[in-house]
């Protein structure tokens, strides 16, 4: 069982940049695709951007892409999201997920993430 907890929400500015931290619990992180999706008000779940297990291959939306950077430090069970230029479209609920054990292929399908967190809340003012 994996339990992920995000961190680093919060009310910012248009323009301002952010990270938010998610920290797994369980074994083997470095096997584990890692992914952030957001929720926007009255918006569906959508993908933002994954990290395969190693760390050395990452995969963005369109709508973060050279603005939103994913990363992760194996030793400490911990993947980021650096975000930059913040616009108010970016306001959501951000959620961490992870593949299962040994699934360290990444994937931009919601499906393919067995596991969740509960979620960091970002609103970005104009």
């Known amino acids: 069982q994996v339990q992920l907890v995000e961190s680093g929400g919060g009310l910012v500015h248009t323009g301002d940049s952010l990270r938010l931290s998610c920290e797994a619990s369980g074994r083997a992180f470095s096997s584990r695709a890692m992914a952030w999706f957001r929720q926007g008000p009255g918006k569906e779940r959508e993908f933002v951007g994954s990290?395969?297990?190693?760390?050395?291959?990452?995969l963005y939306a369109d709508s973060v892409k050279g603005r939103f950077t994913i990363s992760r430090e194996n030793a400490k069970n911990t993947v980021y999201l650096q975000m930059t230029s913040l616009k108010p479209e970016d306001t959501a609920v951000y959620y961490c997920?992870?593949?299962?054990?040994?699934?360290?292929?990444?994937?931009?399908?919601?499906?393919?993430?067995?596991?969740w967190g509960q979620g960091t809340s970002l609103t970005v003012s104009s």
């Open positions: 997920a992870a593949r299962r054990l040994g699934l360290g292929t990444q994937s931009d399908v919601q499906t393919s993430y067995t596991y």
């Open positions: 990290i395969n297990g190693s760390g050395d291959s990452t």
